[in-house]
């Protein structure tokens, strides 16, 4: 009997996560309650010692427990945008809800889940990848227990999530049926050679994966879960769950369509391509209403996953790159707009209410001038980040010739620039009777805000830092 290799390498940030988790429930058994705070600076240990060992694992491919897992520059390269969304959560954590073991396990578990899901190859790790990705998350949207629309969050997203799981299974199931394989590769292999049992398992199979992935992506239709659940959630799980997820799912989703069924992508090409532009169309003109800030950034995040989907439809190296450095965009972008929602709240989460922005900048100008960036980037404006990250894509479309492709970006941006712009105009609007917002935010909360306003004026000025690495990414997804 031959037993498969585990190397332990490809999994070295999963390990770090996982050992960090044990260890700060281990140290809640000798802590004082209110001590807790010492678990999340533990946590932020445990991530950035994960984000070290990345650069060392990037210069040769890992392949572990049989084949099952490999650590490749795609997978490493999503690794730091779920890591970096795990980083900001356990920050803002530190106030915004009550830090603990349980907070600081759940959000690692969740991020162990997320990476397992972008460096598997094979359908059982994947729906694994999955399931440990979304058991935590269900937790954390209802983890403020003393509040009615966590608990409503946390209801909609273990049904939603629990259905989109079944879902997903099914076409797993479909894809080994019609194929007897259960690695991407020799799925492909089996499609290649024609090996298939029957062609509608195949088609079927797909569709199911898909539409299991959309969930997670909050692709129209199926994203009805995302306003309620970004709302009610706690803002640092807001934001690490509109990241991390997207992210790991984009992931799976390009790996599983590029590896495993690249001539059914071109099959699939149009549905996918009329997905992303209803997904971008209807987030951006559904935000257009939204009074609350959570609200808005939660329908603007479904019309950024339309954006990221038009660069899986171009069907290119030059898409999937594109794809790459807008998720590295939307990362930095959007977790510092979570940031800066989360320094303004207080218990009741005052700061996400769109209309108590008002004159933010005579009372602060820091965090004012700092979400009026974020907000601008979202819209795309140069110099920052969203600018080179749309155009990317926009470029990827026409070069595949996606002309409706191109043309509904720019229709989709300009119609993002009305919601984006409104904050930005109330916080430089004087008023003498505007509501008062927190006085007080947390060291971490600061800190957060900055760094994620660094990466976004300099990836806006300097895309190249980043477009190499990530050329890197696109090429372990294509075998150059």
Do not use: C
């Amino acid at each position: 009997m031959n037993f498969p290799v585990i190397n332990p390498l490809s999994v070295l940030p999963e390990i770090i996560l996982l050992t960090t988790s044990v260890l700060a429930l281990f140290v809640a058994l000798f802590l004082p309650e209110r001590r807790g705070q010492i678990l999340n600076y533990l946590g932020i240990v445990g991530v950035l010692a994960s984000i070290a060992v990345l650069p060392m694992l990037w210069a040769k491919v890992q392949v572990g427990f049989g084949g099952a897992i490999v650590a490749d520059h795609l997978s490493l390269a999503i690794d730091a945008a779920v890591l970096i969304s795990a980083l900001a959560a356990l920050l803002l954590g530190l106030r915004e809800v009550e830090p603990g073991a349980d907070y600081v396990a759940l959000v690692l578990w969740a991020s162990l889940g997320m990476m397992v899901l972008t460096s598997a190859v094979e359908l059982l790790s994947i729906f694994l990848g999955l399931e440990v990705l979304s058991l935590p998350l269900y937790v954390l949207a209802g983890f403020r227990r003393d509040r009615t629309t966590s608990k409503e969050a946390a209801m909609k997203y273990l049904l939603m999530g629990a259905f989109s799981s079944g879902i997903f299974l099914y076409g797993l199931a479909f894809l080994y049926g019609a194929t007897g394989q259960v690695s991407l590769a020799g799925i492909q292999t089996a499609i290649l050679q024609n090996f298939t049992v029957h062609p509608l398992f195949l088609e079927l199979g797909a569709a199911l994966v898909i539409v299991g992935l959309a969930f997670k992506l909050a692709l129209v239709p199926f994203h009805q879960w995302v306003p309620d659940v970004y709302e009610g959630s706690p803002t640092p799980v807001t934001a690490f769950m509109s990241v991390g997820t997207k992210a790991a799912a984009f992931g799976a989703l390009v790996r599983i369509l590029t590896v495993a069924l690249p001539a059914g992508l071109v099959h699939w090409q149009p549905v996918i391509a009329f997905i992303a532009v209803l997904t971008l169309l209807f987030g951006n003109l559904a935000a257009l209403r939204q009074t609350n800030m959570k609200r808005m950034l939660a329908y603007s995040g479904i019309a950024q996953a339309g954006y990221l989907v038009v660069a899986i439809a171009a069907n290119s190296q030059m898409g999937i790159g594109a794809g790459m450095f807008y998720l590295v965009a939307y990362a930095f972008m959007n977790l510092g707009a979570f940031a800066v929602v989360s320094a303004l709240s207080g218990q009741n989460e005052e700061g996400a209410d769109i209309a108590s922005y008002r004159g933010l900048v005579y009372r602060r100008p820091w965090l004012a001038v700092a979400m009026s960036m974020f907000l601008l980037a979202l819209a795309s404006i140069p110099p920052l980040v969203g600018f080179p990250g749309k155009f990317y894509i926009l470029r990827a479309a026409v070069a595949s010739g996606g002309m409706l492709l191109a043309i509904a970006i720019v229709i989709g941006t300009m119609i993002s620039l009305y919601y984006y712009l409104r904050p930005i105009l109330l916080m430089f609007t004087h008023s003498e009777d505007a509501t008062e917002l927190a006085t007080t935010s947390h060291w971490t909360a600061h800190v957060t805000v900055g760094v994620m306003l660094a990466g976004t004026v300099v990836l806006g000025v300097l895309p190249g830092l980043v477009t190499g690495v990530l050329q890197h990414a696109v090429h372990a997804i294509y075998g150059l």
